[in-house]
């Protein structure tokens, strides 16, 4: 048990340093080659497991436009607003937006899944919302101000709420390592002639450390901490897992202190434990299955 929870811990730290780590690459490259060459490896390493596991199978033409649609919304727009927004937006702030993800995607298996929407997410939405507004008014209504980055997050939150409701119809009659496999070749594809289009100017990183560090998290991130993560969640309770999930803006924010010498202030503190105590009291159910990393 201990394992398992010392390997799920990795997990939250390694997605929690992706938001330090994404500001620290959008410096080197632009957004959009960014994210055209993270999608790049990730693709090859889900590619090589595929075939190293003898998963590798068809995609039913029937769900071509369901998968076309998540590559595009899901992966493609999801991390590229993800690296613009984080060209200017705080990495800790983005955190805690993103931290909402669930609440939204709440109220959107409500509307197309016809899940229940409950008092309780009500409320511990309303927590969210106070949560995020003392965050980004710094605890002043005479300092309101939202950086534009922030509005890219928010793009970002509301597409990985959307993708997480195409992904969670497809795993229906589909596997969703092919799922994630097919839509992360629709992103990718998708990506390659926006680079030229969207990036001006192109920035491209020119040490060993930036492409080091682009590859790295690209492969961790998204591969090897959610294959971790989904081969240790199955030893531990699901509503302990998802409160270490919500873990993350603190470890965003620790991380912001050590790499890029950010401090740590009170409202930023006190903004996160009404987001992550908002969505806990939402998202909790006393019984419930368990929580899987998209993979």
């Known amino acids: 048990m201990l394992k398992a929870y010392s390997w799920l811990t990795f997990c939250v730290i390694v997605w929690g340093s ?18 055209s060459l993270r999608l790049f490896f990730i693709v090859l390493l ?13 995609l039913e033409k029937t769900d071509w436009l369901a998968v076309f649609s998540l590559g595009i919304i899901g992966v493609f727009i999801n991390q590229w607003s993800f690296f613009v927004g984080l060209q200017t937006a705080d990495p800790t702030t983005s955190a805690l ?3 909402t ?18 008092i309780r997410m009500l409320a511990g939405s309303v927590l969210a ?21 922030l509005w890219w997050i928010v793009l970002t939150m509301v597409t990985f709420a959307i993708m ?53 998290t690209a492969v961790t991130v998204h591969g090897i901490a959610a294959l971790i993560w989904n081969n240790y969640i199955r030893y531990v309770d699901a509503s302990k897992a998802s409160i270490l999930s919500n ?14 010498y950010k401090p740590i202030t009170g409202v930023e ?27």
């Open 18 to 35: 992706n938001f330090v780590f994404g500001k620290i690459l959008v410096q080197d490259f632009s957004p959009t080659l960014l994210t």
């Open 46 to 58: 889900l590619t090589a497991l595929s075939y190293y596991k003898g998963r590798m199978k068809k």
């Open 269 to 295: 503190i006190a903004g996160s434990l009404f987001i992550v105590g908002g969505v806990i009291f939402s998202t909790y159910q006393r019984k419930t299955h368990p929580l899987k990393r998209r993979l």
């Open 164 to 216: 997480i409701i195409i992904t969670r119809s497809l795993s229906q009659r589909m596997d969703p390592f092919m799922i994630t496999l097919y839509s992360n070749i629709v992103g990718f594809i998708v990506s390659v002639p926006f680079v030229l289009l969207l990036d001006n100017p192109l920035k491209v990183g020119n040490t060993f450390s930036d492409w080091a560090l682009l590859i790295g």
């Open 129 to 149: 919302i106070l949560g995020i507004f003392l965050v980004v008014t710094k605890g002043s209504l005479s300092s309101v101000y939202i950086d534009k980055g």
């Open 247 to 260: 873990l993350e803006p603190f470890v965003a924010m620790i991380m912001g202190l050590v790499l890029l």
């Open 101 to 118: 993800a669930p609440i939204l995607t709440g109220f959107l298996a409500a509307i197309f899944l016809k899940e229940k929407l409950t």
């Open 97 to 99: 937006v993103l931290a």
